[in-house]
C-alpha cells in the first residue's frame, strides 16, 4: 500500500516536471530572445528599426530597418491563405461531408503525405516548377512573392484541411438530423447549419496554417529572390522576417548579431498577437454561439 | 561530386603514398570556411587522412566571413578564405595563399552578349545599367543575381571589379536576387532569363552546361592560363588561415604544407582551380 502510494506521487511529480520543462522552455527562450535582441534599441531607435526599409548591415556605417521584412512577411502570408483557405475549406467540407468511403481515405492519406513533406522539397519543387510556371504567366524573375505565396499555400493546406474536416465531424449529429428533417438540402445543411457551427474550430486551422506560413524559412528563401527591399508587387523579390534571420545568422556579429535577435523578437510578437487576437474571437465566437442557443 | 571523384582518380594514379610521413599526428580537427575552397579542400583532406591514419578533419562550408570569425572565436583551428583579410583580421589572423581563382560573370542563355567591359559589369552590379539594351542586346530587364553578404566571393568581386568606379564601400544594387552559394548562382542564372551573376570560375561550367554562357571581360576569356598570367581582370587568391603563425609540428601546418606540395597543388589543379605558380 506504501509503496504504491509512493510510487503514484513519484508518477505525478514526473508528470509536474514535463509539465513545468515546457513552459520553462518557453520562458527561456522568450528571455533569452530578449536579453540578445534589446540591447540593440541602445544604438537603433525602435522607430527606424521598425520603419526603415534600409537594411545594410555591413556598410560602414549601417543600416538596421526591417520594414521591407516585415511587409514580406505579411504579405507572403496574407497571400498564401488568400489561396489555401478557400480550397482547404472546400477540401474539408468534401471530406467530412460529400466524398465516398474509397475517395476520402485516398484523399485523405495524400494529404497526410503533402503534411510530411520536408519544406526544403518544397523548395525545390518551386524552383523546378512554380517559379518557372509564375514567371511564363505574369513575367518577372520568377522568384517572387507570388512563387514564395503558392508555395505555402500548399504547405498549410493540409493544417486547414484536417481541422476543417474534424470540426465538421465534430458538430452534433442533432444539428444536422434536424435541419435535414425541416427540409434543408444536404447542401443547405452544409453552408447554413455545419460550416457555422464549427466556425470555432476552422479559424483555429487556420491560425494553424497562418503560423505555419509566417514561420515557415527554407522553402521561401529558396522561391523568394530574398533582396532586401519591399516587394515591387506580385512578381517583385520578396525577403521575409525568417529569410532575413537565416541569411545573415551564419557571419553576422556585433550590431548585426542583435538586430537579427530582435528580428526574432518581432517575429516572435508576430506570432503571439495574431493568437492572442485569434483566442478573443473564438472566445466571442463561442460565447455567442453559446448564447444564441440560450436564446 | 564529380569533381571530387575526378581528384580521387587523378590522385590514385599519379601519387605515392605517403604513409608514415606524419605518423605522430593525431586528432579530431574542425575546420571552416569559404565555400569557394571546399571543393580542394575536400579533396586533400581525403588525401591527407589517408596518409596520416589517426588524423580526422572535417570541413564546414559555412563562407569565408563566417569561416574567419569562428576561427577568432576559437571554433575552428584552421579556415578557408577567399576574401582578403581587413587591416584588423590581419591583426590577429595569418593567411597563407593556396591556389588562385578566377571569378567569371555567367549570363542566362537568353542574353545575346558574349563580351563585357569591366566598367559596364561594375555598372550592372550596382544597378546603373537595368536593361540589356544599354549593352546593345535585346530590350530586356537585367536580372542581377548577387551573393549573400557572408559570402567571400561578393567582397571580392566587389574589390576587384566595383570599387575603382564606385568607391571602397560595398554598394551593390538592392534589386537583386540573392543567393547563398556558387551552385544556387549558377542554378538561378541557368533558369532565369534575363539574369546575370558571377561564380568562381570552377562553376562556370554548371552554367555552361545547363545552356547559359560565360563572359569574356574586356576581350580576354576565362581561362586558367590567363589567370595565372595575370591576364584575367578578375582573379583572386585563395588562402588557408590560422590564429597566429602556423605551429611548426601542428595538424595545421601539416595541413598547408601538404597543399602547398607537389601533391596538393596537383589536387588543386584537378578539382578545376589554379595551381600557384612555381617559383
Given amino acids: ?295 | 561530386m564529380k569533381r571530387l571523384c575526378s581528384a580521387g582518380i587523378a590522385l590514385a594514379f599519379s601519387l605515392v603514398a605517403a604513409s608514415g610521413a606524419f605518423a605522430q599526428l593525431s586528432g579530431s580537427f574542425t575546420f571552416g570556411g569559404s565555400t569557394t575552397v571546399a571543393p580542394f579542400v575536400y579533396a586533400a583532406i581525403e588525401q591527407f587522412q589517408k596518409d596520416n591514419t589517426g588524423v580526422k578533419i572535417s570541413y564546414e562550408g559555412t563562407g569565408s566571413g563566417a569561416g574567419l570569425t569562428s576561427l577568432a572565436a576559437g571554433q575552428y583551428s584552421l579556415a578557408g578564405s577567399s576574401a582578403e583579410l581587413s587591416a584588423d583580421q590581419l591583426k590577429t589572423l595569418v593567411p597563407t595563399t593556396v591556389a588562385l581563382d578566377g571569378l567569371t560573370p555567367v549570363v542566362n542563355k537568353s542574353v545575346k552578349l558574349s563580351n563585357i567591359s569591366k566598367a559596364n559589369l561594375a555598372a550592372i552590379f550596382t544597378g546603373k545599367i537595368t536593361n540589356w539594351k544599354e549593352l546593345g542586346g535585346a530590350d530586356s530587364k537585367i536580372v542581377v543575381v548577387n551573393r549573400d553578404e557572408s559570402s567571400g566571393t561578393y567582397k571580392a568581386f566587389w574589390e576587384i571589379v566595383c570599387q575603382k568606379d564606385y568607391g571602397k564601400a560595398i554598394a551593390y544594387t538592392k534589386d537583386a536576387i540573392v543567393a547563398k552559394e556558387n551552385g544556387e548562382v549558377a542554378a538561378k542564372v541557368a533558369s532565369t532569363p534575363g539574369s546575370i551573376g558571377y561564380v568562381g570560375m570552377a562553376f562556370a561550367e554548371e552554367v555552361i552546361k545547363a545552356g547559359g554562357r560565360s563572359l569574356m571581360v574586356d576581350g580576354v576569356k576565362d581561362t586558367i592560363a590567363n589567370v595565372v598570367a595575370k591576364k584575367w581582370p578578375i582573379s583572386r587568391s585563395l588562402y588557408l588561415v590560422t590564429k597566429g603563425a602556423p605551429v611548426a609540428g601542428s595538424v595545421e601546418k601539416a595541413f598547408i604544407d601538404f597543399i602547398l606540395s607537389a601533391k596538393g597543388q596537383a589536387i588543386v589543379k584537378s578539382t578545376d582551380f589554379i595551381p600557384l605558380p612555381k617559383n
Avoid at chain 1, 518544397?122 to 517559379?131: E, K, R
Wanted: some cysteine.
Fill in chain 1, 1 to 295: 500500500m506504501k509503496l504504491r502510494k509512493s510510487l503514484e506521487k513519484g508518477a505525478e511529480g514526473l508528470l509536474l516536471f514535463c509539465a513545468l520543462l515546457s513552459t520553462l522552455a518557453v520562458l527561456f527562450i522568450t528571455i533569452f530572445l530578449f536579453h540578445r535582441g534589446l540591447p540593440l534599441f541602445r544604438k537603433v531607435p525602435i522607430a527606424e528599426f521598425l520603419f526603415s526599409t534600409d537594411w545594410s548591415p555591413t556598410a560602414a556605417s549601417p543600416k538596421y530597418g526591417i520594414l521591407s521584412f516585415i511587409l514580406g512577411s505579411f504579405y507572403v502570408t496574407a497571400l498564401a491563405l488568400a489561396f489555401a483557405v478557400p480550397v482547404g475549406l472546400a477540401v474539408g467540407v468534401y471530406l467530412a461531408e460529400l466524398a465516398e468511403k474509397k475517395a476520402s481515405r485516398a484523399i485523405r492519406s495524400a494529404v497526410e503525405i503533402l503534411a510530411g513533406i520536408p519544406s526544403v522539397v518544397y523548395g525545390l519543387f518551386g524552383i523546378a516548377i512554380i517559379s518557372a510556371v509564375t514567371r511564363t504567366l505574369f513575367g518577372g524573375t520568377g522568384y517572387s512573392l507570388l512563387s514564395a505565396s503558392i508555395v505555402l499555400a500548399i504547405m498549410t493546406l493540409p493544417t486547414i484541411i484536417n481541422v476543417t474536416e474534424v470540426s465538421l465531424r465534430a458538430v452534433p449529429h442533432e444539428l444536422k438530423e434536424g435541419s435535414l428533417a425541416l427540409g434543408a438540402t444536404h447542401w443547405q445543411t452544409i453552408y447554413k447549419v455545419l460550416v457555422p457551427t464549427a466556425r470555432s474550430g476552422i479559424i483555429a486551422g487556420v491560425v494553424l496554417g497562418m503560423g505555419r506560413a509566417i514561420g515557415e524559412t527554407m522553402a521561401v528563401l529558396m522561391v523568394g529572390g530574398n533582396a532586401p527591399i519591399p516587394p515591387s508587387g506580385l512578381t517583385g523579390k520578396v525577403r521575409t522576417l525568417t529569410m532575413n534571420i537565416i541569411t545573415d545568422m551564419s557571419y553576422a556579429k556585433d550590431d548585426h548579431l542583435t538586430s537579427l535577435f530582435a528580428t526574432g523578437i518581432v517575429l516572435f510578437v508576430f506570432i503571439l498577437t495574431l493568437n492572442l487576437v485569434v483566442q478573443l474571437a473564438l472566445k466571442r465566437t463561442i460565447s455567442s454561439v453559446e448564447g444564441g442557443q440560450g436564446a
